[in-house]
């Protein structure tokens, strides 16, 4: 089956006006091509391709990582120009030293000594109420059921839930 598809296909690239063009190869040895805009044969325009051949040919033995971030961002148009050599190794280095840099943090903080965690808690907050806020019962002596009120001042009333029965028996 294989063999008749690589056969169509060689025969559709030689009837069609498409024209690859190798643009690149990563450290995996995947395969990028672009096919510039172009008609075909009916004058219909077909727009500008961007092709990655894999080294691995069966679907079932690619996994993730296999195309490098920068080709793959080059694939679905996020980045105009194709990557280079040295930007890959560049990024590369840059994964390395970032998980690096994660162990170190992560082995620093996992065991933070006595000292050190009393000095990051803060001090526990005194809190001070003044005024008619803080007395629990502003202006009474028992808290009443029923509102209160002398025509210029309002007292509400407290509430008390009853003994788990509910009113409606």
């Known amino acids: 089956m294989g063999s008749f598809r690589s056969v169509f296909r060689a025969l559709w690239s030689s009837l069609s006006k498409e024209v690859r063009e190798h ?12 096919v510039p805009e172009y008609k075909n044969w009916r004058g219909q325009t077909i727009r500008e391709k961007r092709i990655v051949e ?7 033995d690619y996994e993730v990582g296999d195309i490098p971030t920068e080709w793959e961002a080059w694939i679905r148009r996020t980045r ?6 040295e930007e890959i190794l560049k990024n590369e ?3 390395e ?3 690096i840099k994660g162990k170190d943090f ?18 526990p ?3 001070q109420i003044k005024g008619h806020a803080s007395a629990p019962y502003f202006g009474k002596q028992e808290p009443s059921v029923a509102p209160s009120s002398t025509g210029k001042t309002f007292q509400p009333g407290a509430w008390m839930p009853h003994d788990g ?5």
């Open 80 to 85: 105009k120009t194709p990557p280079t050599v």
């Open 23 to 34: 643009v690149g190869t990563d450290q995996h040895g995947n395969k990028y091509y672009y």
């Open 125 to 127: 907050v005194q809190t």
């Open 93 to 95: 280095r840059y994964k």
């Open 165 to 169: 029965k509910s009113h409606d028996q």
């Open 97 to 99: 030293e970032m998980k």
């Open 106 to 123: 992560y082995e620093k903080e996992r065991l933070p000594s006595k000292e050190t965690s009393e000095e990051l808690l803060a001090p």
């Open 54 to 60: 894999a080294a691995n040919k069966k679907e079932v």
